[in-house]
């Protein structure tokens, strides 16, 4: 959650920095020569300061919110695995492809911010490792079975072990700190909760 924060917060950033350069050079040239047209901030650089971040926090865990329960618990005798239908490659594209529609029909972002920042899980899990499942149903309909017995307690343990596991989720978690301790300085933690906006980071000016 916190890495998948960090890069929409600089994605932001950058995009609204686009913007400003946009509408510095519009005015420079209106002064310079007011006849031809200057080019208008993007819509995309426009969009961006209506990200919705409570979407990315979800999109960020979408996958294991819809797997685990099933996979593990409602389903268990089924699937016997936390990683199924919403770890699968088929998954990201359907909604990046209904992200993508909604965004270039309604210039609204929020599918499209959702099925990044799942997408984005993906890469963090390294789907690739398990092919079965990322490229699900090519190698069938089936998914691999595993021994799902005190999955929680492994979990912890692999945090303390693989430092490819716990790197990131420290990198994740001095973010989700650092954002929660602006927002409550700042007093907008209600206000994010509302609509999801960061308003302090306009008003500091990025």
């Not at 890069?7 to 002064?31: D, H, I, M, P, T």
């Not at 001095?174 to 008003?203: D, E, H, K, P």
Request: aromatic share 12%; glycine share 8%; with cysteine.
């Amino acid at each position: 959650m916190g890495i998948s924060l960090g890069l929409a917060l600089g994605a932001e950033k950058a995009l609204r920095r686009r913007a400003l350069f946009l509408c510095r050079s519009e005015q420079v040239r209106e002064v310079a020569n007011p006849s031809p047209p200057a080019p208008r901030p993007s819509r995309l650089a426009t969009a961006a300061a209506l990200i919705d971040y409570r979407l990315v926090l979800l999109g960020s865990m979408l996958p294991d919110i819809i797997d685990k329960p099933v996979g593990i618990y409602f389903l268990g005798d089924t699937f016997s695995n936390g990683r199924i239908f919403g770890h699968s490659l088929l998954f990201f594209l359907i909604i990046l492809l209904a992200g993508l529609y909604s965004y270039l029909r309604s210039g609204r972002l929020g599918i499209l911010v959702l099925s990044l920042c799942t997408g984005f899980h993906l890469v963090l899990d390294q789907m690739w490792i398990e092919p079965r499942t990322l490229f699900w149903p090519l190698y069938g309909l089936a998914f691999p079975r595993y021994d799902t017995t005190g999955w929680l307690t492994n979990l912890i343990e692999t945090l303390k072990s693989e430092p490819a596991v716990f790197i990131p989720e420290i990198m994740g978690a001095v973010i989700m700190i650092l954002f929660m301790v602006v927002l409550l300085r700042s007093r907008s933690l209600l206000s994010f909760l509302r609509n999801g906006m960061v308003q302090y980071y306009t008003a500091s000016g990025g």
